[in-house]
């Protein structure tokens, strides 16, 4: 209300209206939280849906920096602000049980168990059944699996620079310089094994999209040792996949239409940076980044669809409802 700059990044800040209208808004979803749990009248219950619908978005795209902030976390490269991490978290967390708030409301309004999204009498808060392991549908490993594709040409630029080649216009020795030289220790340790940090950061995205797919990543398997045989909790593979596979979706499709309209000309163009010497060079770049960011984001986001269907347990006198007699 005075004015006073909140610093989300270096050199990048909130303005104080934006900071306002999110907080009004976060108290405007609570409330429609709180009042969820009641029995409103129609005017009601669809203002209460209308505040959880035009909440959630907002709150979506405020994760859009978690991908991000973890890479830099996990290669020891120093968090750029943490101010923008406690947004980023603040907004993921808000985002999530408000998903979940408007999920459990909807299953209310339609009858069904707000918990396990079956009708059934009685209370929602008994046992549970969980279903048999199963690997997804056919179709579904597919679709998963030509999302996956997205990350090749990705990879493959970034694997021949770390190498010493060239491609797009850049000089692996240049790409070295400019860099892998200014990079964490970490980093520099991949780069040495002719591995480039954030490819590796990509396959532990193609480890967790494998596990949501397969029967794996419902009971640890043998090379787990002491946990062989047991069920994997099911948030454990589902929370990183839905942190991850949503804003990595948005970034990479936000990249994927502008990086066609810089270069037609709509947008203007990015001015070479080192290592690059070409705009043409960054723009082919991008939508490369564009269809890795998106292919794994949308990959995650149907895997662990599939997986939650999969995997969701129902509630015990549902089952005992559905059974002959």
Known sequence: MTGTTVQWKEHSAYAPGVQLFLAALALLAGGACLASTR????????????????????????TNGLPIYFVTIA????????????????NTAGAALLLLVGLSYRRRLHGDCPRCG??????????????????????TRVSVYLLMCGLLPWAGAKTIWTLG?????????????????SASGPAQATASAGIDV??????VGIFLLLGLLYVWGQVFPRWTLFLSGRRVPRLLPLIPAWLTGIPLAM?????LIMA???????????????????SSGIIWFAEFGGLAFGGLGFGLIVAARSYAARTRPVCASATAMERPK
């Not at 203002?47 to 795209?61: G, S």
């Not at 970034?251 to 990249?255: D, Q, R, S």
Request: aromatic share 4%.
């Open 260 to 278: 066609p309209l810089m270069a037609a000309g709509v947008l203007p163009k990015i001015k070479p940076d080192p290592p690059f010497t070409t």
């Open 198 to 203: 954030t490819v590796l950061a990509a396959l």
């Open 165 to 181: 080649g060239n491609a797009l216009g850049v000089a692996g020795d240049d790409w070295q310089r400019t860099s892998v030289a």
């Open 118 to 139: 079956r009708p059934h009498a009685g209370a929602s808060d008994g046992p549970l059944a969980r279903p048999a392991a199963s690997r997804a549908p056919g179709r």
């Open 75 to 90: 290669t020891a490269s120093g968090i750029e602000s943490a101010t923008g991490l406690a947004q980023v978290l603040l």
């Open 251 to 255: 970034y990479g499709a936000a990249i």
């Open 39 to 62: 029995t409103l009248a129609r005017p009601g219950r669809v203002m209460v849906a209308t505040a959880l619908v035009v909440a959630l978005p907002v709150f979506v795209v405020g």
